[in-house]
């Protein structure tokens, strides 16, 4: 008896091209879900993004997230030191820059202020150190930010953020604007004038320095140009004028207040005893003449500038290293008038920053 076994043939690759077109023109007319219907694969199939898999598109608003997934998250940035790219060497500082939020100072006469303040937090990080989780340091400074400001605040966020991330050195800054009301010289008026103020605690190899920079805005005559004036005037009765220009001094300073604080408005009124032609902010015509008497009173040079304001804060028992960058922004010449004055090893610099000079523009 003989068996007769029906053997299945694989079909030929023109078959299968011939189904593929069929399959095709049938998709061209049907929805994707028709076609999902159909089969998934042949979905997939006919995809242009074929072989990618298919991902949910709503935000799961439900999702929680337990300590069991949250340990299956990866942390490149604290990962091993085989994932460092470049030189395998200290970076001195690594942190963030301009982290804003509102917070508290005292003022000198006791009362309250809250302002915007610009953070700027950093960290050394050791040569076989891949990174540090920036979020740490936000974290920090938010535990201690409702409380009225100190420089005690920011050294117990200092404390915390270089524990957390197990730095040797560490730096913290804020800048903010600082409202002092000032009273016109001659009219009885008042308004505010606003400082640009920066806070930095900064900590190396275990020591601490506390220092306070202030930019402080002035009108400078030029002697020469107004002993040029008078002498028109005297020889040939010809009508001049000396020319005056907006000036910038930022004022840099390592203080000691351990025993006795500096206040902001300590160091803004040393400035005016320096140079007392600060610019005002309420002016009626009256004030406008005592004005220009003042700068008349008191033309400067910019050397004159640095050295005024060093005068001061040498007799300073707060202030100890400090330095004065002075900018007169020139309305005779089209380049500015500038100094640099030291004193002590804190400040010293061999190098200037080429943007340094461009900081120091207040434009109203």
């Known amino acids: 008896m003989n068996a007769i076994t029906s053997v299945e043939k694989a079909p ?19 929805t994707r879900s028709e076609i999902e219907a159909l089969d998934p694969a042949v979905a997939r199939l006919l995809s242009d993004d074929a072989g990618y898999p298919e991902f949910n598109r709503t935000y799961p608003d439900d999702f929680a997230i337990g300590d069991n997934y949250k340990a299956t998250l990866p942390d490149l940035q604290n990962g091993p030191s085989s994932l460092i790219r470049g030189a395998k060497r200290q970076i001195q500082h690594v942190g963030i820059s301009n982290f804003r939020l509102p917070i508290g100072f005292h003022t000198r006469d006791n009362g309250d202020v809250r302002l915007e303040t610009s953070v700027t937090g950093s960290v050394s990080l050791e040569a076989d150190k891949k990174g540090i989780n920036m979020s740490r340091i936000m974290r920090s400074f938010y535990k201690h930010a409702e409380r ?8 117990a966020a200092l404390d915390d953020y270089k524990a957390d991330l197990e730095s ?34 900064v900590e190396k190899a275990g020591v601490r320095q506390k220092m306070i920079h202030l930019d402080y805005v002035y009108s400078s ?18 009508l001049a004028t000396p020319h005056s220009q907006r000036s910038v001094a930022r004022i840099s300073a390592v203080i000691d207040c351990d025993s006795n604080c500096l206040w902001f408005e300590d160091l ?9 032609t600060e610019t005002q902010v309420m002016v009626k015509r009256e004030d406008e003449q005592a004005f220009a008497e003042l700068n008349a009173a008191n033309p400067i040079f910019v050397e004159d500038a640095a050295r005024l304001f060093c005068e001061q ?13 002075a900018s007169h922004q020139e ?11 030291t004193e ?17 523009f207040h434009v109203g």
């Open 148 to 155: 009225t400001f100190s420089f005690a605040v920011i050294e």
């Open 331 to 341: 309305s005779l010449h089209s380049h500015d008038a500038i100094s640099i004055l």
């Open 268 to 276: 803004i009124d040393a400035c005016r005893r320096a140079v007392p």
């Open 12 to 30: 030929e690759r023109s078959a299968a091209e011939e189904a593929l077109a069929t399959l095709k023109a049938w998709a061209a007319g049907a």
């Open 313 to 325: 804060l040498l007799a300073e028992p707060r202030v100890k290293d400090f330095r004065v960058i």
């Open 344 to 360: 002590g090893p804190t400040f010293e610099m061999e190098s200037i920053d080429p943007k340094l000079f461009n900081t120091l």
């Open 221 to 238: 005559t030029c002697p020469c140009s107004l002993e040029l004036s008078e002498h028109a005037r005297a020889t040939r009765g010809q």
């Open 168 to 201: 040797m050195d560490a730096r913290i800054q804020m800048r903010f604007s600082f409202p002092m009301k000032i009273e016109s010289l001659r009219s009885g008026l008042s308004g505010y004038q606003y400082y640009d103020v920066a806070l930095e605690l």
